[in-house]
């Protein structure tokens, strides 16, 4: 008797644990198969939407949060940048093209995006009904936002504060839809397009291009210069209170007053130090004109 036809044999002597055998096999293989296409497809998707992306500018954070709330959209964005910084980053040699993306209004979860119409053309976007954005307050959905909400080229809506369902509604500003993209499988299907301008106006604030006044930044520069006053007036106040205590210890109190001047910046420690010594102690902020950052490439 062979090998072959002993196998044979075994098998249908016990056909239930071989039925169980054959199941349990055809499980593996398919869960296999399963996690292999899932993979795959998140995979591609994710490479879809950083197509193109060199750089991503934000706000100082966790850099991931960075690109899942700029690139992905699917976290809070890190804070703001001052429009002045965009400007410069587009009069850079090396910057073929900025796309600015303002972040903070949604509408039943789906994030309102303010941007510039480089962000369709930079991932190819197609127009399925409508137009593109104009002028404020108009905006132009996703797929599945249209597919989810029911809105139509010429219904409005009102954004919420927030990435949330449960902020402040702007009742006083909604927005007008103008148009629906193509299905795509990428970001811009879960997105409700608009222009920057628009959700300056929408959060109260007419932004860069309305003329109002922002708060100015203060620089590493200035803030070091504070903190080295600062520390010259108390070491010269120390000084003296040391030169009335002990008339005769004129010598140690000038020591005393050349150390703590090496402390605040004239002495052999390196500049880097200084000014990370100096930020630490007096951080700087800058103005919140654009929300989350930019995509440059």
Partial sequence: MNLARLSWTYLWARPLATLLHLLL???????????????EQVEQGLRRDLAGIDLVVGAKGSPLQLILSGVFHLDVPTGNIPAEAVQRWRAHPLVETVIPVSLGDSYR???????????LEHYGAKLAQGRSWAGTLEAVLGAEVAARTGLRPGDRFVGVHGLGREGEAHGDTPYTVVGVLERSGRVLDRLILTSTES????????????????PESRTGQQHQGDAQRTARTQLAQADQQQHDEHPGGQDQGQQVGQVGREAVGHGPQSRQERDAAIVQ????????????????R
């Fill in 199 to 214: 959700v300056h106006e929408g959060l109260g604030d007419p932004g860069p291009a309305g003329g109002r006044a922002q």
């Fill in 25 to 39: 096999l055809s499980l593996g293989l398919a869960a296999i198969s399963l996690v292999l296409l899932v993979s």
């Fill in 281 to 296: 102690e007096s951080p700087c902020s800058s103005s919140p004109q654009a929300e989350a950052g930019g995509e440059l």
């Fill in 109 to 119: 979860g789906f994030r309102i995006v303010g941007t510039e119409p480089a962000y």
